[in-house]
Nanobody, 124 residues
Framework: QVQLVESGGGLVQAGGSLRLSCAAS?????MGWFRQALGKEREFVTA????????YYADSVKGRFTISRDNAKNTVYLQMNSLKPEDTAVYYC????????????????????WGQGTQVTVSS
């Protein structure tokens, strides 16, 4: 039974840090993080290819967020530093299975399974 379990959300002051975790029950091709702020569409944050740890980041989080994985635990982490109020959103992890495809990482439609979402709130 494949599932994703997220944890690590919460309330933090601007400039602070949080680390999100997402654990999968089986191995996958890649995992990513998306977020959706109130009144906005879901947007890509970051992703990692499992086989070689290639990473991809949205411009808005480059230099502040870091995605990593623990292969043994089938778990992806999102280290979020220098948080800003505009980072406030529900964060969703997602897993892609099967074969890779060019440009897969920022496209929601390429992901097969989604976590339940975890709220991140950054106060100013």
């Amino acid at each position: 039974q494949v599932q994703l379990v997220e944890s690590g959300g919460g309330l933090v002051q601007a400039g602070g840090s949080l680390r999100l975790s997402c654990a999968a029950s089986v191995s996958m091709y890649g995992m990513g993080w998306f977020r959706q702020a109130l009144g906005k569409e879901r947007e890509f944050v970051t992703a990692i290819r499992w086989s070689d740890s290639s990473t991809y980041y949205a411009d808005s989080v480059k230099g502040r967020f870091t995605i990593s994985r623990d292969n043994a635990k089938n778990t992806v982490y999102l280290q979020m530093n220098s948080l800003k109020p505009e980072d406030t959103a529900v964060y969703y992890c997602a897993a892609k299975y099967g074969a890779g495809v060019a440009g897969w990482y920022p496209r929601s439609r390429w992901y097969d399974l989604w976590g339940q979402g975890t709220q991140v709130t950054v106060s100013s």
